[in-house]
């Protein structure tokens, strides 16, 4: 069972690492959660039936759907300060998509990464994945779902 949950439809982070409890609303692909108003694609953003949207076929553009479903592992982005790069897992389908991570709001929002409306809890997993390998623990896992009532939407929208 994976430390935290990202469920695309309802576009919650959810989990329990340690003592510290996880919440949080966050957007991934169609630029979801930029801070740009009006930027988000709606087709895209949080829309699990576009996860195949983005790669090469994306480069340059702002197509990109959200993050495939999956588990992946945690750690700290090896260049960029307050982000988290999401290893995928073995038996994920990627789509030829890859480069994910969690990190806060910005001009272009997300091209599948997740990203958090409340930047507190990007800072807060930065530090929780640090001491998860100070202290020589296993790393801390998320996984990737999608089920709700966002579902039936997307498909007459799709």
Known sequence: MADLE??????????????????????????????????????????????????????????????????????????????IRLIPGKDNVMHERAGFAIHGQGKVGSHGCLVPTDFNVVLLLCKLVKQQGEDGNSPITLQVVSRGQNIGWQMRTA
């Open 6 to 83: 990202y469920n695309i439809e309802d576009r919650r982070l959810v989990g329990r690492i340690g003592k510290a409890n996880i919440s949080a609303c966050a957007g991934s692909g169609g630029r979801a959660a930029s801070k740009v108003k009006g930027a988000e694609n709606w087709l895209l953003a949080n829309n699990s039936f576009a996860t195949h949207v983005g790669g090469k076929a994306s480069a340059g553009t702002h197509h990109y759907g959200p993050i495939p479903r999956g588990l992946y592992t945690l750690k700290l982005h090896e260049s960029r300060k307050n982000w």
